[in-house]
RNA sequence: GCCGGAGUGGCGGAAUUGGCAGACGCGCCGGAUUCAAAAUCCGGUUGGGGUAAUUCCCAGUGUGGGUUCGAGUCCCACCUUCGGCACCA
């Protein structure tokens, strides 16, 4: 019996793909494509558990853009490829004694398996992997150009738009260096370079995490302190790193944001981490002298100021705040530093030392979790000095608090309690004094954030405010307009030198080194002293002895401390003698799994260039990505990081585009099953909850899941199940505030107290809701699951799986099949009623509907309606005889970029010899949509009243006077005055009456 | 708290962007086919009411207001929910 047998023609197609090289690409693309297509994926990470539902989802959607297109006649690259270094390899390596590598290549090779199983039309002859060395010799030479860059701020350019710009990374070489350094000598040269460099290393404080054994960036610490991964708790050390100076490039990323065809809530998210607030900095004066000559000081200071103007670095008897508050300078009534702010000795007193030592000591072992656990408490030390106020003179107490983070803006602040929140709490724990100097608007009430901090002060209740408004206690500026008296300070204190106005951005440099094992090694050489100590100069491996490739070892385990593995390497791979007869050892750190991903997508381009990372050609060629398809859990990482290279790699000049992504799109995440659970009351004979059931106690309710429920209903392993409104499957829940307790019964209190819970959950190997691809392609095929996975819903939303759902669509390509071939035959023939006859008018509309609805849905990503639209089609002319040729041919190719193997074999069944890959996709014909009759409604007073057929095209006197005709409407009309006619043609007949 | 989404039948979701709410699928009900089942096919399925019957009536897109001849769609306020950030001065 010739069944749609998915397993047998899947099979035959993918070899057939295979043999034929049928989605190869190749770099000279023909001349007469119109236009290109890049359609990406955001390359897995190949773990072992292997394929997930969630893959293919968006792997499906970039396959029927990129199919589609082929058949358009554009040129295509889609390719797939392996983030394949990263901790799990090397954990599992730890744990088995298995080698990354060998554990790597048998998960690719799943992987692989898996999502050929799904015949996705990659060109895998330019598959890639991040752990071949021939891969990431390109990218330490990246990371190299990152090494030979600074950022010039002030550059002007003209980006390839036309866009005027601002900033732009340069050559090292280029960096002006100033006279006073260049006089300083050689090395005062080379450190002034290292500190402009764009890969610079730094002795922060880092998050040190010890379960794994490794520094992670400040992206993968959770907010509660422990690591992204694991879930290990992380503390902060101070060890030698390498950075990427990402920071510099905070506006260019910003601002390059706009112009992106992405999801606004992912542009958001972006704008969201790089966290731009505009302010002024602001230098505070601190007198060292004796009360009596302290004024005099600062007068002369002042004076000093105005002569010199503001200048990049404060000196030492300046603190130089951050505000986004200018405007409330006057009421700054007290500064508060960071515990790790440099200046936290310098300013504490003799008197005040044992107190701050103490205090800053407590801060630093804090964790990230205490400081921001313990928010409703604010903690401090006053260090006993003071700051002069530069707008009325006033000298203030610094104080030392962690609620002052060293690493934003100047790691201090000017407190001004009236008008921050945290200020003021800190000033009423500390009985500091409160000065108001913005009158709220007229009416204000304090918000649901400032009213809980009221507080009664002499015999009246006052709050914080945090909002605009009028200036007062301001002398000269009182009566200013919040925003207006911003700008107006800004500009008075930056003309006397003590103020200039000031971007800060939330983004920190990216923490780019980890100590581990399987990453890419740094292309980097330490210089040696005699006794064999680092000088501190680092010498970039030249470019001819690219890749460093990874020294093979015996012994790879992290050894708790924060000496990387490769410290371990043998001695012939980490040290070597230069030319010149200095010492040299290896940078040990290796880099983050970040980087190769950072890339990948230009490598597809040219996979197999040994002279370049790519071609300039043929980059030119493909790139930009038109369409790129991820999770969303890469929004601002992987997306973020990329965006950085790309930028740099295209100030250096070897890229055409500043973006690599025109468009981007975020798959919804797919959960679990939903699952019914509850209680169920296990006892003979099936029957409906009801309000006052007793139950001695919830025990006599047992918790189930619909796994536990057959299909009629009943539970399995139980008698009964108590049911909700009688409904088949089900259980029910009892929420414990509802169900009276009546001394050792619980009674339902009312129906409501009786809830079925249908929740669906993350996937997850605990909840054992995990769908695995093979199984479903084993069961239904690979163009159900293709079809299933883009029928759920809308791309980007999240949404639950479901079996029958699956079940559906499996149905759906068996009616496909039977439309034309004849499953009674014995063998796979064409179905006698496919004729070569000319279609009917209807059959031919369908059609062409059909083709418009397709390709318009395509183009919007709109798949789930895409294929509703195809099922409309078969559902039509299913059950018709003859069904015309002409009309089917062109549905098969309608239906091939969702469900490749099957069109194929029917397309093959129609006679065709040749793959329909690059069949011309159909056209539809405007004049074949339109009806000669149309159904239109009528409206009385915006009620639907009637349904009347015109003509199409018929003009407003016409459907008017068709509409007056039709009985119900006349009867509707009838002894009314008709106020007002809306006749929409082609649309809609509205009559507004009057009793 | 701030930023960004989302609320439509029993369920997943449609709705030419202001013009017939519920396309398509799941589930369920009824029927055909079958010795029976599987598979398949046909009909019904928002709720309520009415009729011998129909192209019948009423209500209805989270809640409350508003704009409009007309609102799921636009405006205002609110509720719920999901995601991200969170002492960022």
């Excluded at 001004?416 to 608007?441: C, G, K, M, N, S």
């Excluded at 790309?646 to 797919?670: C, T, W, Y």
């Excluded at 040749?914 to 009806?931: G, H, I, Q």
Aim: with cysteine.
């Amino acid at each position: 019996m010739p069944r749609y047998d998915a397993a047998r023609i899947e099979k035959r197609w993918q070899e057939y793909w295979e043999e034929h090289g049928t989605f190869v690409t190749p770099n000279e693309p023909p001349a007469d494509a119109t236009g290109k297509l890049y359609a990406l994926d955001m390359f897995p990470y190949p773990s072992g558990s292997g394929l997930h539902v969630g893959h293919p989802e968006g792997y499906t959607a970039t396959d029927i853009v990129s199919r589609h297109a082929r058949m358009l006649g554009k040129r295509v690259l889609h390719c797939m490829g392996w983030d394949s270094f990263g901790l799990p390899a090397e954990q599992y390596a730890i744990e088995t004694g298995t080698h990354p590598r060998v554990t790597t290549e048998k998960n690719i090779s799943t992987f692989r398996r898996q999502l050929k199983s799904l015949g996705f039309s990659y060109d895998w002859s330019r598959e890639l992997a991040t752990t071949d060395p021939e891969y990431f010799r390109w990218t330490q030479w990246i990371f190299l150009q990152l090494w030979d860059t600074w950022y010039d701020a002030t550059h002007e350019w003209t980006g390839p738009d036309g866009r005027q710009r601002t900033g732009k990374g340069r050559p090292i070489a280029e960096l002006p260096i100033p006279d006073d350094v260049t006089a300083a000598g050689e090395d005062a040269v080379r450190h002034y370079q290292d500190e402009h460099r764009l890969a610079y290393q730094s002795n922060a404080p880092v998050n040190w995490c010890p379960a794994l054994g490794t520094v992670l960036a400040n992206e993968e610490v959770t907010a509660d302190g422990k690591s992204e991964r694991g879930n290990h708790p992380v503390e902060r050390r101070a060890l030698r790193q390498w950075m990427l100076r990402i920071t510099a490039y905070a506006e260019r990323l910003l601002d390059e944001l706009e112009d992106l065809d992405w999801a606004e809530s992912i542009k958001a998210l972006q704008r969201n981490w790089i966290g731009k607030s505009t302010g002024a900095e602001v230098d505070f004066y601190v007198p060292r002298a004796e009360s009596g000559k302290r004024k005099a000081d600062f007068e002369q200071w002042e004076a000093s100021r105005k002569e010199s103007g503001f200048p990049a670095t404060p000196g030492d008897d300046v603190l130089r705040v951050y505000t986004t508050r200018p405007d409330t300078l006057h009421g700054a009534t007290y500064m508060v530093i960071a515990p790790e702010h440099p200046f936290v000795d310098r300013l504490t007193t003799p008197e005040q030392k044992e107190a701050v030592e103490a205090y800053v000591k407590q801060a630093s072992v804090k964790s990230d979790l205490d400081r921001t656990d313990l928010a409703k408490e604010k903690t401090g030390v006053f260090t006993g000095s003071h700051a002069v106020n530069p707008v009325n003179g006033v000298e203030v107490p610094i104080w030392i608090a962690d609620y002052v983070l060293v690493s934003y803006g100047t790691g201090a602040i000017m407190a001004v309690p009236a008008h921050d929140l945290r200020d003021w709490e800190f000033a009423v724990t500390f009985d500091l004094p409160i000065v108001p100097v913005v009158q709220p608007p007229d009416g204000h009430e304090p918000t649901k954030d400032e009213k809980p901090l009221g507080r009664e002060i002499d015999g009246e209740m006052r709050y914080p405010f945090a909002g605009h408004g009028t200036a007062v206690n301001s002398a000269d500026y009182d009566g200013l307009p919040t925003a207006e008296f911003k700008t107006k300070i800004t500009a008075d204190l930056a003309a006397a030198g003590v103020a200039n106005a000031a971007v800060n951005y939330r983004l920190r440099d990216w923490l780019f080194s980890r100590q581990r094992y399987w990453g890419e090694p740094f292309p980097v050489w330490h210089e040696l002293d005699d006794e064999g100590n680092p000088t501190g100069r680092v010498r970039p491996v030249d470019e001819s002895e690219l890749p460093v490739e990874l020294p093979e070892m015996e012994d790879f385990k992290p050894k708790g401390t924060p000496e990387p593995p490769l410290s371990f390497a043998p001695d012939d791979w980490l040290y070597r003698t230069a030319e010149d007869g200095t010492k040299l050892r290896r940078e040990t750190n290796s880099m983050p799994q970040w980087a190769g991903s950072c890339w990948y997508f230009l490598r597809f381009c040219d996979p197999k260039n040994t002279e370049a990372f790519i071609d300039p050609e043929i980059e030119k060629h493909w790139m930009p990505i038109d369409l790129y398809i991820g999770g969303a859990e890469h929004a601002v990482l992987h997306l973020l990081y990329s965006r950085f290279w790309n930028q740099v790699l295209f100030d250096r000049g070897h890229l055409s585009h500043a973006e690599p992504f025109r468009k981007l799109v975020n798959q919804g995440m797919i959960l679990g099953e939903a699952e019914l659970t509850g209680f169920a009351k296990a006892e003979s004979g099936k029957r409906k909850a009801e309000a006052g059931d007793v139950c001695s106690d919830f025990g006599d309710y047992e918790w189930v899941s619909s796994k536990d429920v057959t299909t009629d209903g009943a539970l399995e392993g139980a008698d009964g199940v108590v049911t909700k409104t009688g409904e088949p499957v089900v259980s029910v829940k009892l929420d414990p505030e509802l169900v009276e307790k009546k001394g050792e019964s619980f009674v339902f209190v009312d129906d409501s107290s009786i809830r079925v819970d249908s929740r669906a959950h993350k996937m997850s190997k605990s909840r054992g809701n995990v769908v695995n691809p093979d199984d479903v392609v084993r069961d239904y095929g690979a163009d159900s699951l293709r079809l299933y996975e883009m029928f759920m819903g809308p791309l980007e939303q999240t949404k639950p799986w479901s079996m029958s759902g699956v079940e559906g669509v499996y149905r759906f390509l068996g009616r496909v099949w039977r439309m034309f071939v004849d499953d009674r035959a014995e063998e796979v023939v064409l179905d006698p009623a496919v004729q070569d006859v000319d279609p009917t008018e209807a059959q031919e509309r369908i059609l062409h509907k059909t083709i418009k609805a397709v390709g318009d849905d395509i183009d919007k990503l709109s798949f789930n309606t895409a294929i509703s639209r195809m099922m409309e089609f078969t559902n039509e002319l299913g059950g018709q005889n003859p069904r015309p040729r002409a009309v089917l041919e062109p549905f098969v190719l309608l239906l091939a970029p969702f469900a490749p193997h099957l069109a194929e074999e029917l397309w093959h069944l129609l006679g065709h010899d040749e793959s329909l890959t690059f069949a011309p996709w159909p056209t539809y014909d405007e004049s074949k949509l339109v009806e000669a009759t149309i159904e239109i409604p009528v409206q009385v007073n915006g009620k639907l009243r009637a349904k009347i057929q015109v003509p199409n095209g018929a003009d407003k006197e016409t459907m008017q006077s068709l509409a007056e005709a039709d009985e119900t409407v006349a009867a509707q009309l009838a002894g009314k005055t008709v106020v007002k006619t809306i006749v929409v043609p082609g649309r809609m007949v509205n009559f507004v009456v009057k009793p």
